[in-house]
């Protein structure tokens, strides 16, 4: 059932073209497909032609124009197989027409209906519930297809061809594997643009959405356009079709999908006004718009050899867009916000019973492997080896990739080749970062002698499933040093550990210098270093680094937190005083105040007690966590109602970066003047809020005091008919339920008229939003988990993927208590134990439970 990397081979056939004719009918859409094949002379002779094929019905299928009668080939479930006795051993087309319901696909794989509309998802291995085809990505060839319909919009890949009444036709000339087709048919409008290429060639931009939404469409638009010119600007990539689509749909699995010149996005992704998209709406759909945009480079014209690859597309498409975004905004505060997720995903990820290497060696069901770890983890180990070749070496690396490997399905060991020979750099034992699990835990402790500094590096990755023993890996760890007066005595310098155990010394100081260590967080691990709460005062005082300078007052609130669960120690001044210092700090970037004011999650909190070896307990987080920000609104009072008067921008709202960070320090403030003015100015900023970041943001603060409840019902009569909106309703009431609360506001939510939970967005949004709420779903009598895990069972059979993915929810489940852990283990077991589980959720509930 589990598929191995190890056990590779080149496909038997190669496709030189594809044709398909399309006749869409809601519960009957026929497909004809004529396939050129051609025997790969790179693999062994003879072999039968075998098609993926899943819920399909085959009306008829031809070899070389003679039919395949029944006995000349085997039909399975997974696919149609033709004896290598029937073939030619020359050239031949294979045909066939089949049937599939699209109606009836409420997996939202394949070909599928969202709100009346036709609509294709093929990644990873869609287009075998499509037709019969070799559905792997090594398998690539141009595409040909004619759409035969009334759907006003008919839409797939490439170039518009011929049009009529009722047909469409469409030619992508690049070849492709197929996980990359696209079909859309349905009554939509487009929000136009155009775009020239540096070289000339215009290409039109076109947003498809429904009619109604086409003036929520400019900033999708806008970035595009910026995300086309930044890849030529900074990776020399240009767009290389007439046109250029994207549609919204608003039952998707995922955030969105690369299809060549066809992209697919989950609507929240897409549509925006300032009235019902936040700040972090914009910059969501910012950096997706993008991310998409760039796999037409990484991912479509250079794919992946195999799904083990997948990082290789993944995770230098999410590094690009990181760049991206750090460009259109701020660089330290992308980064810190980059990292802010990584922690609270993929470190979770990799120190729990899901820990995979950035490249698996095998899987069970690979749509479980769009991970944190594959797409996040895997952007930085490309940022690490950005670091150690250099800007230079990178820019070279990457131009040889792309002129090396334009039209290939490739590996890793491609990817890495390419470092190598245009940097000349060993990269054997950087490697390791593909394959090995776990995140690395580097101790640090150091000494002072007759004017030389020495720092004492240590690496140990812990164990993670499948992988007892680990190797030491290449650590890039930038280090800058500052003097006690805070002036930089040693600026940024990156010390490469690559042993178990290596010291590092400088020499020529005048006293013992404050290190600022593992700046711009140059590598996914966790630094362990024992340290005083006056020299994290001193580095968020005076740290250069302007993520290490956030991250010395992040380690001082969580030390701080850590000492109120466990000792229920008052927060100490050394903390307050530092804190009021950033706050009156004016020559901060606000929306940098806005994250260093924030406090840690009660997750994230979690996270690190358990790594001290202390079993967190939920409750006691969450109070701890509700008296400090009560401590600090305490100690700001004299600072707070300025802030929260001077960060308010006059004028209509603009969705910008400055601006945004405005309103994010705004409402840093505006939480902590709840907890004094019991949400006196929160009530009045949701009375008069002409936005949603202000409205939405003082109902969340309202709610989080005890307030809020008539607020939620004028929300709900303003934006009954917008889903997006609907869906920010729910997840709000889920996520800060109080903690006793939480399951039965949830469980009341699921039985509200407008809980469509086959949507997976307002699915997520209700379900999901009990998971974010820490304390709420691990209230001790379980009742979160039981209500989690009626809810995933009764998705399953609907949407396999969706539940599978949420599954992980429970997987932390082995950092709580004796009590918990049992009733976690209950209900994922229950989970298990159901009858005719999917495949996807049957893998998931097996390796959090540690039984596959
Ligand atoms: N390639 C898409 C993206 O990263 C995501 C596809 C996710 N597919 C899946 N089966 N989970 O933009
Ligand atoms: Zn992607």
Same mark, same amino acid.
């Given at each position: 059932q589990a598929v191995y990397l190890s056990d590779y081979t080149p496909p038997a056939y190669l496709v030189d073209k594809v044709s398909l004719v399309f006749r869409l009918d809601p519960a009957a859409t026929r497909v004809l497909s004529r396939i050129e094949f051609r025997p790969n002379p790179d693999a062994a002779p003879g072999q039968p032609l075998v098609l993926d094929g899943e819920k399909l019905k085959l009306i008829g299928a031809a070899v070389a124009g003679e039919a395949v009668k029944d006995g000349d080939h085997t039909q399975t479930d997974t696919g149609l197989t033709i004896p290598a006795s029937r073939l030619p051993a020359e050239p031949f087309v294979f045909e066939a027409e089949v049937e599939i319901d699209p109606s009836a696909n409420?997996?939202?794989?394949?070909l599928y209906m969202s709100n009346g509309m036709y609509c294709t998802q093929c990644e990873a291995e869609g287009f075998r519930r499509i037709t019969y085809y070799p559905d792997r990505p090594d398998v690539m060839a141009p595409f040909h297809v004619r759409i035969e319909s009334d759907e006003k919009v008919l839409l797939s890949n490439g170039n518009p061809g011929a049009s009529g009444d009722g047909f469409a036709e469409w030619t992508d000339p690049w070849p492709k594997p197929a996980y990359l087709f696209a079909l859309v048919a349905g009554d939509l409008v487009a929000a136009k643009d155009s775009f020239t290429t540096r070289s000339g060639t215009p290409v039109e931009l076109g947003i498809w959405v429904r009619p109604g939404d086409e003036g929520k469409c400019d900033y999708a638009l806008d970035a595009l356009k910026r995300s086309m010119k930044w890849d030529e600007d900074v990776y020399g990539r240009e767009y290389d079709l007439d046109v250029f689509n994207i549609v919204a749909v608003d039952d998707f699995n995922m955030g969105a999908m690369e299809n060549k010149g066809l992209n697919v996005f989950n609507s929240k992704y897409v549509l925006a006004s300032p009235s019902t998209a936040t700040d972090m709406d914009y910059e969501n759909i910012e950096g997706i718009i993008a991310h998409e945009y760039f796999h037409n480079w990484t991912g479509n014209r250079i794919t992946c050899r195999d799904w083990f690859q997948l990082c290789l597309k993944e995770g230098l498409t999410v590094f690009r867009d990181q760049q991206f975004s750090g460009d259109m905004r701020s660089k330290p505060v992308k980064r810190i916000q980059d990292v802010l997720q990584l922690r609270a995903r993929q470190f979770r990820e990799d120190n729990g019973p899901l820990a995979h290497p950035v490249r698996p060696s095998s899987y069970i069901e690979i749509n479980n492997f769009y991970t944190a770890t594959v797409y996040e983890k895997g952007a930085e180990v490309i940022g690490m080896l950005k670091r150690l070749v250099g800007d230079d070496g990178y820019a070279k690396a990457l131009d040889l990739y792309f002129d090396r490997h334009d039209g290939d399905a490739a590996t890793i060991e491609d990817w890495l080749a390419v470092f190598q020979d245009a940097t000349?750099? @060993?990269?054997s034992q950087f490697g390791r970062w593909y394959t090995q699990a776990g995140t690395p835990r580097v101790t640090v402790t150091d000494d002072f002698k007759d004017g030389t500094y020495t720092l004492h590096l240590k690496q140990e990755t812990p164990a993670t499933p499948g992988q007892p023993d680990k190797q030491p890996q290449v650590i890039p760890v930038a280090v800058g040093l500052l003097n006690p007066n805070g002036d930089e005595v040693q600026p940024t310098t990156v010390l490469e550990l690559t042993e178990e155990q290596q010291s590092f010394t400088f020499d020529g100081l005048s006293a013992k210098p404050v290190p600022s260590i593992l700046r711009g967080f140059s590598a996914p691990v966790i630094l362990d270093r024992k340290t005083t709460t006056e020299e994290r005062a001193f580095l968020l005082a005076h740290d250069t680094d302007p993520f290490n300078k956030w991250e010395a007052g992040r380690a001082l609130a969580k030390d701080v937190l850590a000492r109120m669960v466990t000792d229920r120690a008052a927060p100490g001044p050394a903390y307050l005083d530092a804190l009021e210092r950033v706050a009156r700090d004016e020559t901060l970037d606000p929306a940098f105040r806005a994250l260093a004011l924030r406090l840690p999650s009660e997750d994230d909190m979690a996270q690190t007690l358990f790594d001290a070896g202390v079993t967190p307990d939920p409750l006691a987080i969450h109070d701890a966590r509700e008296k400090l920000m009560l401590a600090l609104a305490e100690h700001l009072s004299s600072v707070l109602p300025g802030l929260y008067e001077d960060m308010s921008i006059p004028g209509p709202y603009s969705p910008d970066s400055k601006a945004a960070g405005c309103r994010a320090l705004r409402q840093t403030a505006l939480a902590m003047m709840a907890r004094l003015d019991d949400g006196k100015t929160a009530a009045k900023q949701f009375r008069d809020a002409d936005n949603m970041t202000e409205q939405l943001g003082a109902l969340g603060v309202l709610l989080s005091v005890g307030h809020g409840q008539e607020e939620l019902g004028t929300f709900y009569r303003q934006w009954q008919l917008d889903r997006l909106v609907i869906d920010k309703w729910f997840a709000l009431q889920s996520s800060l339920a109080a903690p006793g609360k939480a399951a039965d506001t949830t469980l009341a939510l699921t039985r509200h008229? @407008?809980? @469509?939970?086959?949507n997976p967005n307002r699915f997520r949004s209700v379900i999901g939003g009990l998971a974010t709420n820490a304390a709420g779903f691990h209230d001790p009598s379980g009742a979160s988990y039981e209500l989690v895990a009626d809810w995933l069972i009764r998705l399953d059979p609907m949407n396999p993927q969706t539940t599978a993915r949420m599954t992980t929810m429970f997987e932390t489940w082995n950092r709580y208590d004796a009590d918990r852990q049992a009733l976690m283990r209950g209900a994922l077991q229950r989970i298990a134990a159901t009858r005719g589980l999917s495949r996807d959720t049957t893998e998931m509930v097996g390796r959090i439970l540690g039984s596959a």
């Open positions: 409420t997996a939202l794989e394949g000349g750099r @060993d990269l008229p @407008d809980f @469509d939970w086959k």
